[in-house]
C-alpha cells in the first residue's frame, strides 16, 4: 500500500513538472512571437520588409506619375510663357512708338500751348514761331464700333496703313502685303471693296475690313477703275479720323522696302509724298513768266510746285483733315469727271478769296527720294551709281500703266539684289 502510494506520488510529481515547463515554453514562445510579430501572426499589415517593398514600388510609381504631370505642368508653362513674350513684345514696341511720339510731339504740344493759351508778347526777333500742329479731335466710337475694336487690335499708336481695294486690283495687292510684311510692319489694313477680296486677304492672313453696305460705295467698289477707287478713300477715311487714328493712306501700286512711320514727321494735318522729280518740282520754286509785250514789267514771278500724291499722304485726326476729306469727298460727288488728285490739290493749297473760303490746314512734303514715286526712279536714280545705292522707303508706281511687272522689277532691284532688273523699261510708258 505504502510502496502504491509513493508510486503514485512520484508519478504526479514528474507530470506536474512537464506540465509546468510546457507552460513555461509556451509563454517564452509567445513572448518571441509577441516581439516579432506585434499586430499578430495572421495580421493582414506586411512584415517590415514586404511593407518595405510596397513602399519602394508605391513610391517609384508615383514618382512616374509626379514626373508626367511635371512635364505637362512645363509644357503648359512654356506656352504660357511664350504667349505672355509675344504679348511683351508687342508692348515694348507699341511704348517705344509711344515714345518716340512723345518726344517728337514735346515740341508740338508745347507750341500749342503757347499760342491758345492767354494772348502774350512776341518775343525776340528770330524766336517768334506760329502754331504748325492743330491739336487732334476727341474720338467717337459711336461712330463705328465694329471698326474701332478692329482698329484696337491693329493699330500701332493710334496710327496705321490703309489701302482700299477690289478684285480687279488682287494682282498688284499681293506684292503690296508681301512687301509690307517683309519689311515686318504690323499696322496695316486692307479695306475690301468686294467679296473677293475679303477672302483673298483671309487666306492670306492680311488685317481686313469690309463696310457696311452702301449703294454708292458698293457700286464704286465692285465696278470702279482705279482713279473711281481712288476717289472712294476720302468718304472712307473719315470714320478713321473721327474714331482718332492717324492714317497713312496707301495705293496698292506700292512697293515698301523700310517702315514709313520711322521717318515720319507728325508735324503737319497732312504729310504727302509729291508727284515731283527734283528739288524744285518737289518742294516749290520762284517761276518767272515773259510777257514781252510788257516792256519794263514783262517779267511777273509765280510761284509752282508740283501736286501732292493722293495715293499715299498720312493725314491726323484734326479738324482741318476731316475738313478736307469732307471737302474733296463731296466735289467728287456734285462734280462729273473730276480727278481726285486734282481736287484733292486744290483743295489743300487754294487760298481765301471772294466767293471762297481757304482750307486752313498745315501740309509738308515728303521726301521725294524716300518716298519715290516712278518718274524719279526709272528717269533718274537707275541711271546714276550713287542714287542706286540709296534704298527708299516706299517705290510708288504711279508715272506708268505697266504697274505689276515694274512693281515686280521693283522687287528684283531692291529686295533680291538683281542690278539690271530695271534696265529692260523705257523711262516713260510705251
Given at each position: 500500500?505504502?510502496?502504491?502510494?509513493?508510486?503514485?506520488?512520484?508519478?504526479?510529481?514528474?507530470?506536474?513538472?512537464?506540465?509546468?515547463?510546457?507552460?513555461?515554453?509556451?509563454?517564452?514562445?509567445?513572448?518571441?512571437?509577441?516581439?516579432?510579430?506585434?499586430?499578430?501572426?495572421?495580421?493582414?499589415?506586411?512584415?517590415?520588409?514586404?511593407?518595405?517593398?510596397?513602399?519602394?514600388?508605391?513610391?517609384?510609381?508615383?514618382?512616374?506619375?509626379?514626373?508626367?504631370?511635371?512635364?505637362?505642368?512645363?509644357?503648359?508653362?512654356?506656352?504660357?510663357?511664350?504667349?505672355?513674350?509675344?504679348?511683351?513684345?508687342?508692348?515694348?514696341?507699341?511704348?517705344?512708338?509711344?515714345?518716340?511720339?512723345?518726344?517728337?510731339?514735346?515740341?508740338?504740344?508745347?507750341?500749342?500751348?503757347?499760342?491758345?493759351?492767354?494772348?502774350?508778347?512776341?518775343?525776340?526777333?528770330?524766336?517768334?514761331?506760329?502754331?504748325?500742329?492743330?491739336?487732334?479731335?476727341?474720338?467717337?466710337?459711336?461712330?463705328?464700333?465694329?471698326?474701332?475694336?478692329?482698329?484696337?487690335?491693329?493699330?500701332?499708336?493710334?496710327?496705321?496703313?490703309?489701302?482700299?481695294?477690289?478684285?480687279?486690283?488682287?494682282?498688284?495687292?499681293?506684292?503690296?502685303?508681301?512687301?509690307?510684311?517683309?519689311?515686318?510692319?504690323?499696322?496695316?489694313?486692307?479695306?475690301?471693296?468686294?467679296?473677293?477680296?475679303?477672302?483673298?486677304?483671309?487666306?492670306?492672313?492680311?488685317?481686313?475690313?469690309?463696310?457696311?453696305?452702301?449703294?454708292?460705295?458698293?457700286?464704286?467698289?465692285?465696278?470702279?477703275?482705279?482713279?473711281?477707287?481712288?476717289?472712294?478713300?476720302?468718304?472712307?477715311?473719315?470714320?478713321?479720323?473721327?474714331?482718332?487714328?492717324?492714317?497713312?493712306?496707301?495705293?496698292?501700286?506700292?512697293?515698301?522696302?523700310?517702315?514709313?512711320?520711322?521717318?515720319?514727321?507728325?508735324?503737319?494735318?497732312?504729310?504727302?509724298?509729291?508727284?515731283?522729280?527734283?528739288?524744285?518740282?518737289?518742294?516749290?520754286?520762284?517761276?518767272?513768266?515773259?510777257?514781252?509785250?510788257?516792256?519794263?514789267?514783262?517779267?511777273?514771278?509765280?510761284?509752282?510746285?508740283?501736286?501732292?500724291?493722293?495715293?499715299?499722304?498720312?493725314?491726323?485726326?484734326?479738324?482741318?483733315?476731316?475738313?478736307?476729306?469732307?471737302?474733296?469727298?463731296?466735289?467728287?460727288?456734285?462734280?462729273?469727271?473730276?480727278?481726285?488728285?486734282?481736287?484733292?490739290n486744290e483743295e489743300l493749297f487754294f487760298p481765301s478769296h471772294p466767293d471762297y473760303v481757304g482750307l486752313h490746314a498745315a501740309k509738308r512734303t515728303m521726301?521725294?527720294?524716300?518716298?519715290?514715286?516712278?518718274?524719279?526712279?526709272?528717269?533718274?536714280?537707275?541711271?546714276?551709281?550713287?542714287?542706286?545705292?540709296?534704298?527708299?522707303?516706299?517705290?510708288?508706281?504711279?508715272?506708268?500703266?505697266?504697274?505689276?511687272?515694274?512693281?515686280?522689277?521693283?522687287?528684283?532691284?531692291?529686295?533680291?539684289?538683281?542690278?539690271?532688273?530695271?534696265?529692260?523699261?523705257?523711262?516713260?510708258?510705251?
Amino acid at each position: 500500500m505504502a510502496g502504491g502510494r509513493r508510486e503514485k506520488n512520484s508519478q504526479s510529481s514528474i507530470r506536474g513538472s512537464r506540465i509546468a515547463i510546457a507552460i513555461g515554453i509556451g509563454v517564452v514562445a509567445g513572448c518571441i512571437f509577441a516581439f516579432f510579430f506585434p499586430n499578430g501572426f495572421f495580421s493582414s499589415n506586411p512584415p517590415a520588409q514586404v511593407r518595405t517593398l510596397s513602399k519602394s514600388s508605391l513610391e517609384v510609381d508615383l514618382s512616374s506619375c509626379e514626373s508626367t504631370e511635371k512635364i505637362n505642368m512645363l509644357k503648359t508653362d512654356i506656352m504660357r510663357l511664350s504667349e505672355k513674350n509675344g504679348e511683351l513684345k508687342k508692348q515694348v514696341r507699341e511704348l517705344n512708338e509711344k515714345l518716340r511720339l512723345a518726344e517728337q510731339g514735346k515740341d508740338h504740344a508745347q507750341e500749342q500751348f503757347m499760342v491758345l493759351s492767354e494772348p502774350h508778347k512776341a518775343g525776340p526777333f528770330g524766336t517768334v514761331k506760329g502754331l504748325r500742329t492743330n491739336p487732334t479731335i476727341l474720338p467717337d466710337e459711336s461712330v463705328n464700333p465694329r471698326l474701332a475694336k478692329i482698329l484696337a487690335e491693329v493699330a500701332v499708336g493710334k496710327e496705321l496703313i490703309v489701302a482700299l481695294a477690289n478684285s480687279n486690283v488682287k494682282a498688284m495687292l499681293e506684292v503690296w502685303f508681301t512687301s509690307i510684311k517683309k519689311v515686318g510692319i504690323p499696322n496695316y489694313l486692307v479695306v475690301a471693296l468686294d467679296d473677293v477680296i475679303v477672302d483673298f486677304c483671309k487666306s492670306n492672313d492680311v488685317p481686313v475690313y469690309k463696310r457696311d453696305p452702301d449703294k454708292v460705295v458698293d457700286s464704286v467698289g465692285k465696278m470702279g477703275g482705279n482713279h473711281a477707287v481712288s476717289g472712294l478713300k476720302f468718304r472712307i477715311l473719315r470714320e478713321f479720323l473721327q474714331l482718332g487714328y492717324s492714317v497713312l493712306l496707301s495705293d496698292v501700286d506700292i512697293v515698301y522696302l523700310q517702315n514709313p512711320f520711322d521717318h515720319l514727321y507728325r508735324d503737319s494735318d497732312v504729310e504727302s509724298m509729291s508727284d515731283g522729280h527734283n528739288n524744285m518740282t518737289a518742294y516749290g520754286y520762284n517761276d518767272v513768266f515773259d510777257e514781252p509785250a510788257m516792256g519794263w514789267a514783262r517779267y511777273a514771278h509765280t510761284m509752282r510746285i508740283w501736286v501732292y500724291n493722293s495715293g499715299f499722304f498720312y493725314i491726323r485726326p484734326t479738324i482741318p483733315s476731316i475738313e478736307l476729306l469732307d471737302r474733296v469727298a463731296d466735289r467728287m460727288a456734285r462734280q462729273a469727271n473730276v480727278w481726285d488728285q486734282a481736287v484733292f490739290n486744290e483743295e489743300l493749297f487754294f487760298p481765301s478769296h471772294p466767293d471762297y473760303v481757304g482750307l486752313h490746314a498745315a501740309k509738308r512734303t515728303m521726301d521725294f527720294y524716300l518716298f519715290m514715286n516712278s518718274k524719279v526712279l526709272f528717269k533718274t536714280v537707275r541711271k546714276d551709281a550713287n542714287l542706286k545705292k540709296l534704298k527708299p522707303v516706299i517705290v510708288h508706281v504711279n508715272y506708268h500703266p505697266d504697274k505689276l511687272s515694274r512693281m515686280l522689277a521693283v522687287v528684283e532691284f531692291y529686295v533680291n539684289g538683281k542690278q539690271d532688273a530695271l534696265d529692260s523699261f523705257p523711262d516713260g510708258s510705251a
